[in-house]
């Protein structure tokens, strides 16, 4: 039986919506007390757009994105990297 990463019309493989401090880590270049206030940051102002917010330690990886202008591309490669390991 082939994989489900090589079956046939599978474009790539799906990560995470949502970034976590070790995302954040990576991304920024920032220690893990700092990615917990940036992420407290964008569902904060989630909250204010009255968009859905996740749980403490995670936000939403396309608003993360927008907020801190860092394409959604980066994002998706560091959150893969993170699912590798």
Not at 45 to 60: I, L, V, W
């Amino acid at each position: 039986m082939e994989s489900i990463m090589t079956a046939p019309g599978v474009i790539k493989s799906a990560t995470r919506i949502y970034v976590t401090p070790e995302d954040v880590s990576a991304l920024m270049g920032c220690r893990r007390s700092m990615a917990y206030e940036m992420i407290k940051k964008i569902n904060n102002d989630a909250k204010k757009r009255g968009k859905h917010t996740f749980p403490s330690g995670k936000a939403n990886k396309y608003l993360f994105s927008e907020y801190y202008e860092i394409p959604i591309e980066d994002v998706d490669k560091v959150i893969a990297r993170g699912q590798e390991a």
